[in-house]
């Protein structure tokens, strides 16, 4: 399993490059283009293309975003496209033809496949999820219904008839809890660098987050500290974390606002750029684009943050600079 994109063959990245997808080159654009054209013909469909989406004669969009990271992502390169577009076309015209799911499972089985999605603000219409958690700036909690084929986020409307909230989330933690690790790899570094990465092709890999404790306890055999832990999670099949017990948290978190930011480009189903500090089940943001020059690393005169690389800059508040001080005081002190 690679954390870090090892990518196919590819056209270079001096060739001219896509206006909407510049992760692709012009050439492989038009490509994709056709590709996705040529799919919905052969299901009967005619459709328009435009940059980031297709229209049919009845109106009906289809978005492209996350099909073409899909495919940017993929190790085979652009001689699996075709087939990738292929099935991903027939997926969604028999999701969006067949009957909802909402009106054939019974109440129990719709419960019984109810699970907890961490989203970006971008990934949802606020209007319709009222009851969505916030969980840190730009990034919610809604419910999810799994299905064989797709998934199905639940408006305020489908919520509605299958009980109280509070119900319907714990049990779709109970039902997160519950579902098997994929992968896991442990990434080791120079200065005591050490975190984990939970990977796996499941729609809710990072959302695992929300059951950190468990995760922890599953992967590591430990458990969490009263300090907590940084987490990230890029992107929908990605989380990783460091469980706070000394100062190598400081590595650690150097690291993992890189793998952050990395994870985050050009991916599907993208979530966060950031690292989180997670404590008692409260997330607070640590890293953020640099937009005013680097600041100072904890210890030195402004002790807000520091330049993280890649245009990322370290943010501390008060608390996590106390932790900070504490632990390497710790580190320090020979007895």
Not at 74 to 100: F, K
């Amino acid at each position: 399993m690679g954390l870090f994109r090892r990518g196919p063959r590819r056209d270079s990245s001096e060739a001219p490059r896509d206006p909407k997808f510049p992760y692709l080159s012009a050439d492989e654009g038009d490509r994709f283009r056709a590709q996705v054209r040529e799919a919905f013909a052969e299901q009967g469909l005619e459709v328009t293309v435009y940059a980031d989406v297709v229209v049919d004669s009845a109106g009906r969009q289809f978005g492209l975003v996350n099909l073409a990271a899909v495919l940017h992502n993929d190790d085979r390169g652009p001689r699996a496209w075709a087939e990738l577009v292929r099935r991903h076309v027939g997926m969604v015209l028999r999701t969006m033809d067949a009957p909802s799911a909402l009106d054939t499972l019974s109440t129990e089985q719709i419960r019984s496949q109810l699970y907890p999605r961490v989203l970006s603000a971008d990934g949802f219409d606020r209007d319709s999820f009222g009851y969505a958690r916030a969980l840190a700036p730009g990034l919610y909690e809604v419910l999810a219904l799994d299905l064989p084929e797709s998934v199905m986020m639940l408006t305020d409307e489908a919520l509605e008839p299958l009980g109280r909230l509070p119900y319907l989330r714990e049990q779709a933690l109970y039902n997160l809890r519950g579902l098997p690790l994929e992968g896991h790899e442990t990434v080791k570094g120079d200065n005591g660098l050490r975190f984990e990465v939970v990977a796996g092709d499941s729609f809710y890999t990072a959302s695992r987050v929300l059951t950190l404790e468990s995760v922890v306890r599953d992967v590591t055999g430990g458990t969490m500290t009263p300090d907590g832990a940084l987490v990230a999670f890029p992107f929908r099949h990605r989380l990783a974390f460091h469980v706070i017990r000394d100062a190598g948290l400081i590595p650690a978190l150097n690291a993992m606002t890189s793998f952050a930011a990395s994870g985050y480009a050009d991916t599907p189903g993208a979530i966060s750029p950031y690292v989180y500090w997670w404590r008692g089940g409260t997330l607070t943001q640590l890293s953020d684009h640099d937009r005013d020059g680097a600041g100072a690393w904890p210890g030195s005169d402004d002790g807000r943050g520091r330049d993280g690389g890649d245009g990322l800059r370290i943010v501390v508040g008060e608390d996590f600079q106390e932790l900070l001080e504490r632990l390497v005081d710790d580190c320090d002190d020979p007895d």
